[in-house]
C-alpha cells in the first residue's frame, strides 16, 4: 500500500507541474528535465503556489494539514508560497452516522441513545481529524460531541511516514537540505498532529484556558464533562454565539465592533505574558461572540506555551524594535541564546537595521508584529538562529490575531493595545514582585534543605581531613596546619550562611503568612 501511495504522489507532483520545486541537485534536474519533455502538453496557467496548494488539496486532509503548518514557516519558504498555502481549507466531507455509532459504542460500551438524552445524527462541523455533533445530555444540559474520524490515527502515520521519506530525501539531495532539517519541520509537525488524536489532551487544554480566564470577562471557554471524555470522543458545554466573521450580524446585535477588535489583541497578550499558554489556532472558524460581546473559543487541539526567557526575548524585542533600538534586539538575541555568543555584535545589528527600517516608513498602526517576527527569523537564521516551534505558533497566531483583528476595524493601532502588556511584563521582571515570586517558589526546596546543610557540611569537611590524612607525611605539617585553619575558617563562615538562611526563611514565612 505504501508504494502505490507513493505512486499516487509521483502522479500528482507530473500534474500538477512540481518537478520545479526539485531542481536543487544535478541529478532531479535531468529528472526534472525529463518529465518536463515527457509531459509537455500540461497547462501551467496557475504559478507555483496555488500549484502547490492544489497538489496538497486533492493529496488529502494530512498533506493538506501538513501545508497549513508549512504556510506558518516563513522562515524557511519563500513568501509567495507561504501566503498561497495559508489559503489552505480543512473542509473535509463527514463521515457517516453509522461509523459515529459505532465510535461511541466502542467507547461506552453502549449505543448513543443510552448516553444522551438526544443526538443531532448531522455533524455541525467536519474537519480533517474530527467532526462535530451537538447532542442534549439526560440531566438537559445542551452540549457538543466532538469525535475522532474512524482510522484517522492509522493514516496519519502511514502519511506521516511517508513524509518522513521525503524529508530524508531532501537532505540527501538539497544542499540546503541539512541547514533548513526538513525531518525536524516533519517531527514538528507530528507532533501537533498527535495532540490532536488524543481528545484528552484536547479537553485538558480547554480545561486550562477555562481555568486562566475563570472571570469570564473578555473570554468564554466551554466547560469539560469529564465523565463522558476519552482518547477518542471529547464532551463539552454547547456554545451559543455568532462567528466572528459574520460583521454585519455582529452589528445587528449592537455589538461595539472596534472594542471586539481591541479586545481580541488583549486577550492574546493576555494568554501570552501573563499566562504563558496560548490557542495556537485562533483563525475565525475557531472563534464566536456572545451576544454581550464577550469572546467564545472553540477547539483546542493545537496550544503553544512560552518559557520565561522567550517571554523576556520577545517582549525586549517588541519594545526596543518600536524604540529602534537594533543594538538592544542584537543584544536580546546573544544574551538569550538564540544565536550563538560568538555572533558578532554590529554585524547582527547592522543585518537587523537593514530589513526592519523600511517596515518603519509606514505608520505605526499599519506594522504588523507577526510580519516583523517574520523578518527578524528570517535575518537571524543567517547567523545560525535556530527557530523554535514555540515561537513559531506564536508567529503564526499573531498573524491570525492580526489579521482577525483588522477585519473587524482596519484603523486598530496593535502598538497601541500591546503596549502595556509588554511594558507591564518587563517592569516586572526588575520589580520587587518578581523577587517575592522567585523567592516564594525557591521556599519549599529552602526549607527542605536547611535542616540537612550542618551534616552536608560536616561531611563536606570530614571528607577533606579524611583526604588530607592519607597524604600526610613528615615534610607536609605546615600545610596541613594552614589547612586545618582554613576549615576552620570555612566552618565558621558555613555555621553564619546557616544562620542567616534560617532567618531569611522566618522572614519570608512571616510574610506570607501575613
Known amino acids: 500500500m505504501k508504494y502505490f501511495r507513493l505512486i499516487y504522489i509521483l502522479y500528482i507532483l507530473i500534474k500538477y507541474r512540481l518537478e520545479e520545486f526539485i531542481t536543487f541537485n544535478r541529478q532531479l534536474n535531468v529528472f526534472a528535465y525529463s518529465i518536463s519533455i515527457l ?18 488539496e486533492e493529496l488529502g486532509p494530512i498533506f493538506v494539514k501538513f501545508g497549513q503548518m508549512l504556510s506558518t514557516r516563513r522562515d524557511l519558504i519563500p513568501l509567495d508560497i507561504a501566503d498561497e498555502l495559508a489559503k489552505l481549507q480543512d473542509q473535509v466531507p463527514p463521515f457517516p452516522y453509522k461509523n459515529v455509532e459505532k465510535i461511541i459504542t466502542a467507547s461506552y ?31 438537559g444540559k445542551d452540549v457538543a460531541v466532538k469525535i475522532l474520524r474512524p482510522n484517522i490515527k492509522c493514516v496519519i502515520n502511514k502519511d506521516i511516514n511517508l513524509l518522513y521519506l521525503i524529508a530524508f530525501m531532501l537532505e540527501l539531495t538539497w544542499s540546503d537540505g541539512k541547514r533548513l532539517r526538513p525531518r525536524e519541520v516533519v517531527a514538528e509537525f507530528s507532533k501537533h498532529v498527535q495532540c490532536e488524536l488524543n481528545l484528552m489532551l484536547d479537553a485538558a487544554n480547554c480545561s486550562r484556558l477555562g481555568e486562566n480566564f475563570k472571570d469570564k470577562k473578555l473570554l468564554i471557554v466551554p466547560e469539560v464533562y469529564w465523565d463522558y471524555c476519552n482518547e477518542d470522543v471529547m464532551v463539552m458545554e454547547r456554545m451559543y454565539g455568532t462567528p466572528i466573521s459574520h460583521i454585519e450580524i455582529l452589528r445587528k ?6 472594542q471586539l477588535a481591541r479586545n481580541g489583541v488583549e486577550i492574546f497578550f493576555t494568554q501570552v505574558f501573563r499566562d504563558s499558554f496560548f490557542h495556537a489556532d485562533m483563525h475565525p472558524g475557531n472563534i464566536q461572540v456572545a451576544d ?5 473559543a472553540m477547539d483546542f487541539g493545537i496550544m503553544g506555551s512560552l518559557s520565561e526567557n522567550d517571554k523576556n526575548y520577545l517582549a525586549r524585542n517588541f519594545l526596543a524594535f518600536f524604540k529602534r ?52 527569523f528570517q535575518t537571524s537564521r543567517r547567523f545560525n538562529m535556530e527557530i523554535q516551534p514555540q515561537l513559531t505558533m506564536l508567529q503564526k497566531t499573531l498573524l491570525n490575531v492580526e489579521g482577525l483583528g483588522r477585519n473587524l476595524d482596519p484603523d486598530l493601532d496593535l502598538w497601541k493595545t500591546a503596549a502595556p502588556f509588554l511594558k507591564k511584563y518587563m517592569s516586572e521582571q526588575k520589580g520587587i514582585k518578581h523577587i517575592l ?47 586545618q585553619k582554613k576549615q576552620n575558617r570555612w566552618f565558621k563562615i558555613a555555621i553564619t550562611l546557616i544562620g542567616i538562611t534560617l532567618l531569611l526563611n522566618l522572614t519570608i514565612l512571616f510574610y506570607f503568612i501575613k
Not at 561531611?459 to 594552614?482: C, G
Open 437 to 483: 515570586k522567585s523567592l516564594k517558589n525557591e521556599l519549599p526546596h529552602w526549607l527542605h534543605l536547611t535542616p540537612q546543610l550542618p551534616r552536608l557540611i560536616h561531611e563536606f569537611l570530614e571528607q577533606k581531613k579524611h583526604e588530607n590524612i592519607n597524604a600526610f607525611n613528615q615534610d607536609d605539617i605546615d600545610h596541613l596546619l594552614k589547612t
Open 292 to 296: 454581550d460581546g464577550r469572546y467564545i
Open 325 to 376: 533600538d537594533y543594538h538592544d534586539v542584537a543584544l536580546a538575541h546573544i544574551e538569550s541564546g538564540w544565536v550563538p555568543k560568538n555572533t558578532s555584535l554590529d554585524e547582527f545589528e547592522n543585518a537587523i537595521r537593514s530589513v526592519c527600517e523600511p517596515i518603519f516608513n509606514k505608520p505605526l498602526k499599519e506594522i504588523s508584529f507577526g510580519r516583523l517576527l517574520i523578518r527578524l
Open 109 to 139: 460500551g453502549m449505543s448513543p441513545d443510552k448516553i444522551f438524552k438526544t443526538f443531532d445524527q448531522t455533524p455541525i462541523a467536519s474537519a480533517s481529524v474530527a467532526q462535530v455533533h451537538f447532542a442534549t445530555l439526560h440531566d
Open 39 to 56: 509531459f509537455f502538453f500540461r497547462s501551467a496557467k496557475e504559478n507555483r503556489g496555488t500549484r502547490l496548494r492544489l497538489a496538497l
Open 253 to 258: 446585535k449592537k455589538i461595539d465592533i472596534k
